[in-house]
């Protein structure tokens, strides 16, 4: 079905407390009448179409915060939108030329495109000795832009290029005007090639110790990186070999992670909770910096610690910090275990937004027990991959004694940057899970590659379903009852299982044929039966930044959202829809047969024959496709609760149909979900004594 993918918004930031103009960039042109934004302080007035006035309210903190646009056609994906307290312009006409570089203005911010096959030139005036920061921001506001950002000689010559998150870091030799120059790694440009130049003294933070620190409660770190005030100079460098300065400082961690947190963040980092901080000072704000919440006080390493001579004693259980720094690092843990004891160790660091492979390996007496790499692994398809290199094992003690667990990084040995952090948790285990709710488009065939960042639209009368991937943790492998809640009025979600053991289910959303209009955050949950209770979490969310005709050829790069934003499009109805006809949990005796009648509605011009695929409750997808004729208005479902070994309990099933038809004048392959049906298998009433 058509979807609207917005590809672009220039500028994606404003200043705080000032109001701006922004163009959005939509596919197909589609008319978009209103934004949402993830803070409420953040507004917008339509101008003209696709542009908008946006208003930044005085008290919206310095951060990375989300726009959706929604207009006839239903709602967009999400695209970033920066604010921060640097005065803001946008740059009408680049520099093309050394002759023609466009002056920054120190303490200010750019917005810019670059231009296919050409370079931008910009430049800065310093006194000798001034030490500036020189930021290029991309991947963070949604840009396809790969840049190469360097200071330059009058002759076109480097001098010194940016390291990878866009940072120059320099300081100047003289009096005089330095020069800048600004390209794509394959000089592309247009439209979706975005940046932000900032000129600042004020701060950056590179990284902090310990990575993970204890939740709630004001916890003492250490910040490294430029221009901290009242640092101290460091003995290490970053990785653009510029020294670091040290800062102490304390920060409040909360009681529990938030689910939505400023800065980018991949999917990797799914599952992990943890939550973000930055160094407001009288010079600006710092970049964000993301704080793993741990259950205990952490413990640090002490260098050198490369053998298990020099291997820092803990007790488990315990959470362990270190760094992979300097040049091929090792890092040696030493604790005494009895037999019989079971541990969990796993690694966190490339969950945490690094660039890293760690490498996992217990000994005894100098004698290999157990090792681990990270998986690396995408549990379901190139759709929506989740690499994660973090190995955890499971140590059953065989004998009493000192056990020594060794950490490094497979990569420290082509890279050195001491912001390569890592924790390394030892506890028992504890089955649990997390969940990552993510929208894709049905493959319209099976060797569909296609892949598009797309939001859910719900018509009056039709269904949409949410893809719900589990994170499952020590070994739980236990069904999860999965449901979306904070739903508007006229839409509901009738409960559905992700089966035992499966890493992917559906949230299927119900709307009725009068609804109201809508657009705002729903909230997807998970329950489950662990340690003799239930257990709730509350599931991330994540979208794709572009739309990849080919998934084999091109990057996906999938990323953590802040909320999902569900759109009802209450002035359009739902070409076709499948739906139960009662609207209460049928119930059956274990063993019986249950009968379920599904209302097929046809409202357009989708006329073909259905084949229905039953999913859902255990078992059922061994039943063979159920048959809908072209005139069909209903449609019967037998299912026999002895045949799939139903037990006692609620169930719910749901029918896929895949078809094609014509809607807003075009053909188009879609596939339609039902409302579950829910039903209720109850056991016999004993036999009276």
Known sequence: MPVMRMDSVFPPGAQVGKEGEITLGVADGAPIDLLRFSNAGITAVLKEKGRFTVKIAPDVKP??????????????????????????????????????????????????????????????????????????????????LRPVWEVIEASGRSLQTAARDGLLDYTAPAEGECLLRLHDLTYSGGPEHLYRLSVTEGPHVDFALPPAIKAGGRRKVTLYGRLLPGAKLSAMHGSDGRPLEALETEVDAPEHAPLGVDGWRSTSAAGTKGFTYRLATTSGTSNPVFFALSPSEVILENEPNNDAAHARSFTAPAVLCGQFYPKNDVDAWNFEAKKGDVWRVEIASHSLGLRTNPHLLIQKDGKDVTEAWGPDMDPTTRIFPMPLNDPSVRLEVKEDGAYTIFVRDLSGGIRVDPGAVY??????????????????????????????????????????????????????????????????????????????????????????????????????????????????????????????????????????????????????????????????????????????????????????????????????????????????????VTLDTAALKLPAGHHSVYFIAQTKGKFRGKDVTTSVYSTPFAFIVKAPEPAPK
Not at 557 to 564: A, F, H, R
Not at 567 to 583: H, Y
Request: proline letters at 6%; hydrophobic letters at 45%; glycine letters at 8%.
């Open 63 to 144: 951060g990375l915060y989300e726009v959706v646009a929604s207009g006839s056609q239903g709602i967009s994906n999400p695209r970033a939108f920066r604010v921060d307290a640097l005065p803001q312009s946008v740059l009408t006409k680049p520099g093309a030329a050394v002759k023609d570089a466009v002056p920054l203005q120190i303490g200010a911010a750019v917005w810019g495109k670059t231009t296919a096959a050409a370079a931008d030139y910009f430049k800065v005036k310093m006194r000798k000795g001034q030490r500036l920061l020189l930021h290029c921001d991309a991947e963070s506001i949604d840009s396809r």
């Open 423 to 636: 924790t390394v948790s030892v506890r028992k285990e504890v089955p649990d899970f997390a969940l990552l709710a993510f929208l894709q488009p049905p493959p319209e065939t099976p060797a569909s590659t296609l892949s598009s960042p797309i939001a859910p639209i719900l018509r009056a009368g039709g269904t949409v379903a949410v893809r719900v991937r589990v994170l499952r943790k020590d070994s739980f492998t236990g069904a999860i009852e999965l449901e979306a809640v904070d739903l508007p009025e006229g839409v509901t979600c009738v409960p559905t299982t992700l089966l035992a053991g499966k890493s992917e289910g559906l949230v299927i959303l119900s709307a009725k044929e009068a609804v109201a209009p809508f657009t705002g955050a729903i909230k997807i949950v998970g329950r489950a039966q662990l340690v003799g209770r239930t257990i709730e979490h509350t599931a991330q969310h994540a979208s794709t930044q572009w739309m990849v005709p080919n998934i084999n050829t091109g990057d996906i790069n999938p990323y953590l959202i802040k909320e999902c934003v569900l759109g009802v499009l209450a002035s359009e109805t739902a070409p076709l829809s499948l739906s139960p006809m009662n609207e209460v949990p049928l119930e059956v005796l274990v063993g019986a047969k249950l009968e379920c009648t599904l209302k097929v509605a046809r409202r357009g011009e989708f006329r073909d024959a259905l084949k229905l695929k039953t999913a859902g409750a255990l078992g059922v997808e061994t039943l063979k496709d159920v048959d809908a004729d072209a005139k069909a208005q209903e449609v019967k």
